[in-house]
């Protein structure tokens, strides 16, 4: 069984920053790929951004290229991601996921609960 269990969301004004976290069960973190995915009210869920194990280039959706930066610590089990030059669109509740393949809705095995994040 996989748990992915998100912390580091709140509420922000437009222009700042902050980091997400998600904290993955032994066996998810021996995963080919993790990512971050948020849905925003009355929109589908998108995929952000996500790492492969075996893969040192990163995946970013245009939408937040050059914004938000995903990383992992393999010692700790957890992935995170950095938000920065926020804009009230950001709004959304986040979630990191195991991935198969291709980061998308459809290719994801497992989701965490997820964690709200506020741009005002």
């Known amino acids: 069984h996989v748990q992915l269990v998100e912390s580091g969301g709140g509420s922000v004004q437009t222009g700042g920053s902050l980091r997400l976290s998600c904290a993955a069960s032994?066996?998810?973190?021996?995963?080919?790929?993790i990512g971050w995915f948020r849905q925003a009210p009355g929109k589908e869920r998108e995929g952000l951004a996500a790492?492969?194990?075996?893969?040192?280039?990163?995946y970013y959706a245009n939408s937040v290229k050059g914004r938000f930066t995903i990383s992992q610590d393999n010692a700790k089990n957890t992935l995170y991601l950095q938000m920065s030059s926020l804009k009230p669109d950001d709004t959304a509740v986040y979630s990191c996921?195991?991935?198969?393949?291709?980061?998308?809705?459809?290719?994801?095995?497992?989701w965490g609960q997820g964690t709200q994040v506020t741009v005002s």
């Open positions: 996921a195991r991935v198969r393949g291709v980061v998308a809705v459809g290719f994801v095995d497992y």
């Open positions: 032994a066996s998810a973190s021996s995963t080919n790929c």
């Open positions: 790492v492969w194990l075996l893969q040192s280039r990163p």
